[in-house]
């Protein structure tokens, strides 16, 4: 049978941990961060297999004066060092749009909000504006409006926001998914982290907005091993270095194996930073490898998100044929 794989990948820099104060996650100047990016796209024009680049809006300003207007909160922007992408490359970044963008592989440039906002969390006005705020970014630099929202920290917009503001596809936890039922134990989630299998999630059309499934634990990067330029999180310090980087590799052949004996979606995703140590890369390295080969065997096809909504919205639009 012909699996399907998506993987998405959030390019956030610091938008997506400065409110947090987990800043120090990124590498000085996110040198590991560019030099990443850099690597996986010449990863993926070899091996010819797309990514959703879920991109802060933010990031692809080359400076500003840290003042954007709209319906946030008091203080929403007072993590914004309102400087240049020379003072400030952990919250500029138009280098590496521009790296996306001139890849030879056709990559998806998604969007993951202008400023990093929980859509679940703030007023649906500042969610509304700031999406906006994104579309009005990728039009200013030329690129396709886009259809595919990654919520930051799965925090689930309103559907009507999402209609409004024209997104036409979004991901979604998998438990969240009308095929699954709620998360399970801290033991269930920790076994499937560790041992797998990935789910095998169908995306669905729901509210007018496609929905892709992904667990909320990371499954391109590990879990279990460092992320970015943390040391693995203490709950897993007793797995030996090397039998994590062996159980990754692992979750990911079982996860390509299971999509395609069943035919059906897997859709695996991380931040950048996660995988800019050289922890994690080997084995992002040969996935990518492993999905290469697979689609040129004809078992596995890899999907961008839009290309998913596409897919999704043709099926629902087309009328069955009805077989005697
Ligand atoms: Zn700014
Ligand atoms: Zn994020």
């Known amino acids: 049978m012909t699996g399907t794989v998506t993987m998405s990948l959030e390019v956030e820099l610091g938008w997506g941990v400065a409110r947090y104060g987990l800043l120090d996650k990124i590498s000085p100047g996110r040198e590991r961060e560019t030099r990443r990016l850099h690597a996986l796209l010449d990863c993926c024009a070899t091996h010819d297999v797309p990514i959703t680049f879920n991109v802060v809006g933010h990031l692809f300003l080359e400076s500003c004066d840290g003042d954007h207007e709209g319906p946030y909160p008091e203080g929403w922007f007072d993590v914004d060092p309102g400087t240049s992408v020379e003072e400030d490359p952990l919250f500029y970044a138009p280098d590496l ?192 490898a492993d999905i290469g080969e697979r689609v040129e065997r004809g078992e596995l096809e890899v999907k961008t998100m839009a290309e998913v909504n596409e897919e999704v919205r043709d099926d629902v639009e087309r009328p069955r044929r009805v077989t005697q």
């Open 97 to 288: 749009v521009e790296a996306i963008l001139d890849a030879e592989t056709a990559h998806e440039l998604c969007t993951h909000t202008f400023s990093h906002v929980e859509c679940g969390e703030l007023p649906p006005e500042a969610v509304a504006h700031d999406l906006r705020t994104a579309r009005d970014i990728h039009e200013e630099h030329g690129i396709d409006e886009f259809v595919s929202l990654v919520p930051p920290r799965h925090s689930s917009p309103p559907r009507d926001v999402l209609r409004d503001v024209g997104i036409e596809t979004v991901r979604v936890p998998h438990y969240r998914s009308p095929d699954f039922g709620e998360p399970k134990t801290p033991l269930h989630k920790l076994v499937a982290i560790l041992n797998g299998p990935h789910p095998i999630a169908e995306p669905h059309l729901i509210d007018g907005v496609v929905e892709t499934y992904s667990p909320v634990y990371k499954t391109l990067a590990a879990e279990y091993l460092p992320l970015g330029e943390y040391d693995t999180h203490p709950a897993y310090r007793w797995i030996p270095r090397e039998t994590g980087k062996k159980l990754h590799r692992r979750y990911h052949e079982r996860a390509l194996d299971r999509a395609v004996e069943t035919g059906g979606h897997i859709h695996l995703w991380s931040h950048l930073y996660d995988v800019a140590n050289d922890h994690q890369w080997p084995q992002i390295e040969a996935l990518i």
